[in-house]
């Protein structure tokens, strides 16, 4: 959920500044791009240095910069407009209250009254603070703001008292900004599986029967799913490519594990798409050691492979799922056939007549036929557009 999100971090004057580092090492890990806003007194718990070198951005405490002679008024306007969340943490109990009253007498202040993003705040204070009404109706007026407010949470304080005060821990920040991107998204909680890139099925230890697929369409169509919100898990034969990590990827080798593990996930889902090229048959023996060459020829027996995504078809609920059809000749004809065949919902064609679709290519040219044998053909797209149509069409069709 945090790729490519512009996160402005506002840190305020308060022990738990120091967690900040650690706080956008995480959102830059996450994908996330961080700039960084702090008070005067931040720059007493943590040092605006480390959290440039982390944040790869200057760090700006004050209206003014002045610069090889230069005076240069910090555009805290163009920061609050630039950011896709903001993000106060540490937040004390002075900056809560001048955030509710409107007050600014600082950078940080001003660029969170010209933020037209989501506000998110970590308060970190001291117990007594924490509990005191005024902190309390500051933090509802905010709430009824429209801000998020993560929960501060309990354990010792650096006063040595005990209780509830400390920010909440940097994973905790980063769990709270990602649930609350997803939330109000198309496909928040949705469960989506997917598979992608080839099986290998293996002749001997060195040796498999593959083929050219990457796994681009299946971790393309990965990452639009997490775009519109979706839990999603990830079946990935042999490939180089990382996914986003809030995806939960499973990678296998074979036809067989790919079928272990979509059966099993199988029931927690409500989409299943099968982008992956799977072996539909494997030798039906593996040699435990390297095959030596002998003879001008070699037979090797083949024996099917089960059909993973017709068993979901066959298995399904209330179940969407949506195959792939890669095709060389009659390609509609034969798109509609497997559609039938692996009682499925929708079927996906590319062909490999058309230059630029399929295998390999950061490109490919689809045409998504629904059981009506509804047709919506499609340009030659970037995978990454490709996975968005596909998402769009399958969200349509979708029970509301
Ligand atoms: O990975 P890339 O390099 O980006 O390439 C993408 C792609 C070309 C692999 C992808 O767009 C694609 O077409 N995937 C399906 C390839 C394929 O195996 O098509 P098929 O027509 O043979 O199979 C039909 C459907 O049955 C597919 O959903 C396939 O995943 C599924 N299948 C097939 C055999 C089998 N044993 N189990 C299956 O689940």
Redesign the pocket.
């Known amino acids: 959920m945090l790729s490519s999100k512009r996160i402005l971090l506002g840190i305020t004057g308060g022990i738990a500044a120091y967690k900040t580092t650690f706080l956008t090492r995480l959102l830059i890990k996450a994908g996330a791009e961080v700039r960084i806003v702090m008070t005067e007194s931040a720059g007493d718990f943590v040092s605006p240095l480390t959290l440039a070198t982390l944040s790869k951005h200057e760090v700006l405490h004050s209206f003014v910069r002045e610069e090889e002679g230069l005076t240069d008024w910090n555009n805290h306007v163009e920061l609050g407009l630039w950011a896709d969340l903001m993000l106060i943490a540490p937040a004390t109990a002075n900056t809560l209250s001048k955030m509710a009253s409107g007050t600014c007498d600082n950078l940080l202040l001003a660029c969170y009254m010209s933020a037209k993003c989501p506000v998110l705040i970590a308060p970190a204070m001291d117990l007594d603070m924490y509990r005191h009404p005024a902190t309390r109706k500051t933090l509802d007026t905010l709430e009824e703001y429209g801000h998020g407010i993560i929960p501060a949470g309990e354990g010792e304080l650096a006063s040595g008292l005990h209780g509830e005060g400390r920010m909440a821990e940097p994973e905790d920040i980063v769990a709270y900004m990602e649930n609350y991107l997803r939330a109000g998204q198309p496909l928040t909680g949705m469960n989506i599986l997917i598979?992608?890139?080839?099986?290998h099925e293996a002749i001997d230890p060195v040796r498999f029967i593959g083929?050219?697929?990457?796994?681009?369409?299946?971790?393309?169509l990965a990452e639009a799913a997490l775009e519109l919100g979706a839990s999603v898990t990830l079946i990935s034969g042999p490939?180089h490519l990382q996914a986003d990590p809030s995806v939960r990827l499973i990678r296998v080798t074979s036809?067989l594990e790919?079928?272990t593990q979509?059966v099993n996930a199988f029931p927690e889902m409500d989409v299943v798409?099968?982008?992956?090229?799977?072996?539909?048959y494997r030798p039906e023996r593996q040699a435990r050691e390297k095959l030596k060459k002998e003879g001008e020829s070699l037979e090797l027996k083949l024996v099917?492979?089960?059909?993973?995504?017709?068993?979901?078809g066959e298995q399904k609920t209330t179940q969407y799922v949506?195959?792939?059809?890669?095709?060389t000749q009659n390609e509609l004809d034969?798109?509609k056939g497997?559609l039938q065949d692996?009682h499925?919902d929708a079927?996906?064609?590319?062909s490999?007549k058309d230059s630029g679709?399929?295998?390999?290519?950061d490109t490919?040219k689809?045409t998504f036929i629904d059981k009506n044998f509804t047709i919506t053909p499609f340009e030659l797209k970037t995978?990454a557009e490709v996975a968005r149509d596909i998402m769009h069409e399958i969200h349509k069709r979708l029970p509301k």
Do not use: C, W
């Not at 598979?195 to 099986?199: L, N, Q, R, S, W």
């Not at 798409?273 to 539909?280: N, R, S, T």
């Not at 949506?322 to 095709?327: D, I, K, N, Q, Y």
């Open positions: 598979t992608a890139g080839p099986t083929n050219h697929s990457t796994g681009k369409m299946g971790f393309a490939t036809a790919m079928y979509a798409i099968g982008a992956a090229a799977v072996a539909d099917r492979n089960p059909d993973i995504i017709q068993a979901l949506v195959g792939f059809a890669l095709e034969f798109a497997k692996k499925l079927i996906v064609l590319n490999l679709a399929g295998f390999g290519s490919n689809v995978k």
